[in-house]
């Protein structure tokens, strides 16, 4: 009963994983509705709603009736919101992602201030929550945790899937081959191998541009590698934008930490992290997405956030793992020499 | 036996930095590079004077498509090399309207905010042995009553009414070459430093 006084974590920690579910289908359907509300722009643009068809009629009263309590002028009003994960605009303020500035720099081989200012939010958001854009922004994750259980269904059936281990280092190769490739080609390279910004252009290509491009081709390549190969692959050995989050929140402020006197060396947290990382021996390092599945999933709730610049070292086995199996058996004793 | 061991992890590591780079080859492969028209591939208004300057500044995240009123931005999808998703107009499809919205929300310096009458996409280029009222097949004048710079861009010959003439103050927004009614397109977007007048040799 000790225990239970000590280290309780609050209790929303174990909800945040589904408001990170929440989150992720809330960029998505963004994503989504963005290209339409530009469709949408484009035919009040036009003034001529007599000649569109039937489908563009339909698109255009549906955002319409979307729109028509926010704004009077539409055409004009939102373009308040553009643009995707890779690089977009809200009331003015643009935010790009850091590796997209990163491969700017090294495509150009010289700055440019804005993009900076542009890319610094995020990057100090990730300097203080870790590698937070890949489990709760990131459109492209949404496809692949969903692919991820997909897989589970499939090996449930009995098909034989993948499951090969890569060292988790190989995306910082990737990172920098990315650069250096990009130096040589004088072009942004990332941008068309690095999932978000693929699956956001595609979207947006496949609605208001008339069809798919290559990106859409790479990325269903990636999702096939996820499934066959290892799972979730792409985002624990090859994604450049991993990498580059992972070696910026590598002294994030906000980590998960295992409280060892509740712990009871069950091993669902190392199973359910989609990194391969090992929480059980508070091992999470840089590459910690903060996603907190692994919080949800603990069911002696030996998880909490907590503020530090790094992680404990390992603290031992979890004292109720010993504990736990003693008491249930002496319980188990009693109930049977009560009966 | 020490240098078997050091060739072992020279081969090793050629190999991992070869996988690395992959995704990147495999990127490549699926837009191969073409060769693109310039009349039917122009940049953006505000662009980079030098191509190869705003292939490397852009950063290809689409919001310049994303906001253009007519729809007129369209992007290397499946092909173009290294210059995949970045943007272009086609002003066969649809010309600019110069209403500068790209050139706003342009997170990089691809594109810079520039006046309307100093953009430099091009300079529209008529061909007088195919353009109707050129060759006296009627009148016409859609070219002149579309641009939206006024005369400065184009306006109609001296001595002659309805014959087009492009003037220097013209940008290249492709809005005539959108608008032209003759199948062959006689008024075409061409390199700023080009000439008005299509070149003919006899």
């Known amino acids: 009963m000790q225990h ?22 809330f960029v998505f359907s963004v994503l989504i509705l963005l290209p339409f509300l530009h469709l949408y722009q484009t035919y009040v643009a036009a003034h001529a709603y007599d000649l569109l068809t039937p489908d563009q009629k339909g698109i255009y009263d549906t955002m319409e009736w979307l729109t028509s309590p926010l704004t009077d002028n539409p055409e004009t009003d939102l373009n308040q919101l553009k643009g995707t994960t890779w690089s977009g605009t809200i009331f003015g303020l643009k935010l790009s992602d850091p590796l997209a500035l990163v491969g700017q720099l090294a495509a150009g081989l010289s700055i440019y201030w804005p993009l900076v200012l542009a890319a610094l939010i995020p990057a100090v958001a990730t300097m203080i929550f870790g590698r937070f854009f890949c489990g709760w922004i990131c459109p492209a994750s949404l496809i692949y945790e969903l692919n991820e259980t997909l897989a589970g269904w499939l090996r449930r059936v009995g098909v034989p899937l993948g499951d090969r281990k890569f060292d988790r280092r190989t995306k910082y190769l990737v990172l920098g081959s990315g650069v250096i490739i990009s130096v040589f080609l004088g072009s942004v390279a990332f941008a068309a191998v690095y999932p978000p910004a693929i699956v956001g252009r595609e979207i947006y290509y496949a609605i208001a541009q008339g069809g798919f491009g290559a990106g859409a081709v790479f990325f269903l390549l990636t999702i096939l590698f996820d499934l066959m190969v290892a799972r979730r692959g792409f985002c624990r050995y090859l994604c450049p934008g991993g990498a580059l989050y992972s070696l910026l929140g590598r002294y994030r402020l906000f980590r998960i930490k295992r409280i ?58 979890g004292h109720l793992g010993h504990e736990y199996r003693h008491v249930s058996h002496e319980a188990e004793h009693e109930t049977a020499a009560a009966s | 036996m020490k240098r078997r061991h050091f060739l072992k992890r020279f081969v090793y590591s050629l190999v991992v930095i070869i996988g690395a ?64 998703n970045t943007p272009f107009i ?3 499809d649809k010309g600019c309207i110069l209403c500068g919205y790209c050139m706003e929300v342009c997170p990089t310096n691809a594109l810079t905010v520039t006046p309307r009458n100093e953009i430099s996409m091009g300079i529209a280029q008529i061909d007088r042995s195919a353009c109707y009222p050129w060759v006296d097949r009627g ?20 001595a002659n009414f309805y014959r087009p003439v492009v003037q220097k103050g013209c940008v290249g927004c492709g809005l005539c070459v ?25």
């Open chain 1, 260 to 317: 060892v006197e509740t712990c009871n060396d069950c091993r669902k947290c190392n199973v359910v992290c989609e990194f391969n990382l090992d929480p059980m021996h508070d091992d999470f390092g840089q590459e910690c997405n903060n996603c907190t599945a692994c919080i949800a999933v603990c069911p002696t709730d030996a998880l909490t956030f907590t503020v530090s610049i790094k992680d404990s070292p390992f603290l031992g086995p």
């Open chain 1, 4 to 25: 239970e006084q000590i280290n309780k974590p609050f209790f929303l920690w174990a909800h945040l994983n589904k408001l990170r579910w929440l989150s992720l289908i």
């Open chain 2, 139 to 158: 009148v016409c004048g859609a070219c002149v009553s579309v641009c939206p710079l006024g005369e400065t861009a184009i306006g109609f010959d001296f």
């Open chain 2, 90 to 92: 086609n002003p066969e």
């Open chain 2, 178 to 202: 959108e608008v032209c009614p003759e199948p062959s397109l006689p008024i075409r977007i061409v390199e700023m430093s080009g000439s008005t007048v299509t070149p003919h040799r006899i």
């Open chain 2, 21 to 84: 780079s992959l995704p990147y080859g495999m990127s490549r492969l699926l837009a191969p590079a073409t060769r693109s028209d310039r009349n039917k591939y122009l940049r953006p208004p505000g662009a980079l004077a030098d191509d190869a300057a705003f292939i490397k500044a852009c950063i290809g995240c689409g919001a310049c498509g994303e906001v253009c009123p007519p729809r007129c931005i369209e992007f290397y999808q499946r092909s173009g090399g290294s210059q995949v």
